[in-house]
C-alpha cells in the first residue's frame, strides 16, 4: 500500500511539472525566452528582425546604428526575408548567387556593412562585409566552363596545391601551378578585392590561407596585386 501511494505522490508531481514546462513554453512566451536568450541585445527590436529573416542574426551586441541598418536593408530587399532562414555565412553557395538572392544579398550586404561596421570589424568569422564587393561577389558566383562556380573552384584548387606542395616528393615545379591556377576564374577572385582576406566566403567556402595561394598566383601566373595591398 505504501507502495502505491508512492507511486501515486510521483506520478502527481509529474503531472505538475509537464503543466509547468508547457506555460512556460507556450507560444506567447517563445519571444520573451529569445528576447532572454539574447540577453544584452534589444529584445523587442531584434525579435522583429529575427521574425523577417536571419541574413544579419549572427550579429553579436549590434549598436542602435547597426540594428537600424539590419532594419532597413530587410525592409528594402525583400529577398532577404526571402532567401535567409539561416545567417549568410550558413548559407549555400547556390543560394547567395541565385538570381532570385544575389542582388539582395549585395545590396544589403553593403548597406548593413556601413551600419555595422565596428562590429563587423571585431568579428573574425562575419561574412557581410565580403558579399558587399559586387565586382567579388560576381567573380565568386561566375560559372567556370564546367558549370562550377569560382568560389567552389578556388576552394578545391586549394586543396590540390596543397597536396602538391606537401606530398610531393621533389619540389614541385611552375609548370605544375600553372596547370591549377592559372585560370580566369581564380584570377577574376583575386584582383576583384583589396586583399585576399577579402574575397566572399561562407562557413564552408573559406581560404584558409589567402595570403600564401595569392602569392602563388602572382609569382606562377602574374596575377596582379590589388593597389591598396
Known amino acids: 500500500m505504501k507502495r502505491f501511494l508512492t507511486t501515486l505522490v510521483v506520478l502527481y508531481l509529474s503531472f505538475l511539472q509537464v503543466q509547468c514546462t508547457a506555460n512556460r513554453f507556450s507560444v506567447g512566451n ?40 539590419i532594419l532597413q536593408a530587410l525592409a528594402k530587399y525583400a529577398s532577404l526575408r526571402e532567401c535567409y532562414q539561416l545567417p549568410l555565412i550558413f548559407s549555400t553557395l547556390d543560394t547567395v548567387c541565385s538570381p532570385k538572392c544575389f542582388s539582395g544579398t549585395v545590396l544589403g550586404s553593403q548597406l548593413i556593412g556601413e551600419s555595422c561596421e565596428e562590429e563587423l570589424a571585431n568579428d573574425e568569422e562575419s561574412v557581410i562585409h565580403t558579399w558587399g564587393n559586387e565586382e567579388a561577389a560576381k567573380s565568386a558566383c561566375k560559372l567556370d566552363a564546367n558549370g562550377v562556380r569560382c568560389l567552389s573552384k578556388l576552394l578545391t584548387t586549394s586543396v590540390a596545391v596543397m597536396n602538391l606542395k606537401f606530398s610531393s616528393r621533389k619540389e614541385a615545379s611552375s609548370a605544375e601551378y600553372k596547370r591549377l591556377l592559372c585560370n580566369d576564374c581564380l584570377r ?13 566566403n561562407l562557413y564552408m567556402y573559406k581560404l584558409l590561407d589567402a595570403e600564401e595561394f595569392f602569392d602563388l598566383g602572382v609569382e606562377h601566373c602574374d596575377w596582379k596585386r590589388p593597389t591598396n595591398d
Request: overall charge negative; some cysteine.
Open 188 to 200: 577574376s577572385l583575386f584582383e576583384s578585392v583589396d586583399s585576399p582576406g577579402d574575397i566572399p
Open 30 to 69: 517563445i519571444e520573451n525566452t529569445l528576447d532572454s536568450i539574447i540577453g544584452k541585445q534589444d529584445g523587442s527590436l531584434l525579435g522583429n528582425v529575427f521574425g523577417q529573416s536571419s541574413f544579419a542574426s549572427d550579429i553579436i551586441n549590434p549598436t542602435k546604428k547597426c540594428q537600424n541598418g
